[in-house]
């Protein structure tokens, strides 16, 4: 079965610091499909990437950068001199294929709190 | 501006009452999906469809129904069956151009239902 875990349930940091929130997945498949979303106070979950299993490439969109390490079955994300509007949660996802459908496997989520 | 809209943005439900959330989308996307979200939780799937006319039962179906009669509707409805429905229901939806598992899921603003 597939499974998300993001082992830190809140972290809370000081403007301008660089943080790193973790995810470790578990698959048996050998095609799967990695996601991050932000969840702002408003509520709607907004996407940021994805990461297919062929990948290892680490990404980096500004300040934001991903590093997906298959041998460790990890995909984390770290923000580079995080600002107050990078307060979220944060959810990592896993795909699934279920009976040609896809199925989202999210972590607990990570709490942020940037602080000025 | 083509995006995902869920109404209304607070619900509230008397005892023995069922109540609809609502869910459109002009991104003319195949797949549809509605999660549940409880406090400091990740998200759990409720129901998904990928065609007019045909759903799926997700991880927690019991004590809620959907429809889909247009591609661009799928609404939720609530029963009175579900006896802990408070909670934030979020609803999503994805193309379906090639295997759906590499699909990117868009999310909503959701509804936050209140049992009164």
């Known amino acids: 079965a597939q499974k998300v875990t993001q082992a830190q349930t809140e972290i809370s940091v000081v403007e301008k610091e660089d943080v790193t929130l973790d995810c470790v997945y578990e698959?048996?498949?050998?095609?799967?499909?990695l996601f991050w979303y932000k969840q702002p106070p408003s509520g709607e979950l907004v996407f940021l990437i994805r990461?297919?299993?062929?990948?290892?490439q680490n990404e980096i969109s500004g300040r934001y950068s991903w590093n997906f390490q298959k041998s460790t079955s990890s995909f984390n994300f770290t923000i580079t001199a995080s600002q107050v509007v990078d307060s979220a949660v944060y959810f990592c996802?896993?795909?699934?294929?279920?009976?040609?459908?896809?199925?989202?496997?999210f972590g607990q989520g990570t709490r942020l709190t940037i602080n000025p | 501006d083509g995006g995902i809209t869920q109404s209304p943005k607070y619900l509230f439900r008397k005892e023995g009452q069922n109540v609809t959330l609502s869910c459109e989308q002009n991104?003319?996307?195949?797949?549809m999906y509605w999660y549940r979200q409880d406090p400091g939780q990740g998200l759990r799937l409720i129901y998904y469809?990928?065609?007019?006319?045909?759903?799926q039962k997700g991880d927690i179906a019991e004590g809620y129904s959907v429809s889909r009669e247009k591609k661009e509707s799928f609404p939720l409805t609530v029963t009175s069956a579900q006896k802990n429905p408070t909670a934030f229901y979020l609803c999503?939806?994805?193309?379906?151009?090639?295997?759906?598992?590499?699909?990117?899921?868009?999310f909503g603003p959701g509804t936050r239902l209140l049992v009164l």
């Open positions: 999503a939806s994805s193309p379906l151009d090639g295997l759906a598992v590499q699909e990117t899921q868009y």
């Open positions: 698959t048996r498949d050998t095609t799967y499909y």
């Open positions: 990461r297919n299993s062929f990948d290892e």
């Open positions: 996802a896993l795909s699934a294929e279920i009976q040609g459908a896809q199925k989202l496997v």
């Open positions: 991104l003319n996307h195949d797949a």
């Open positions: 469809s990928q065609i007019v006319n045909d759903f």
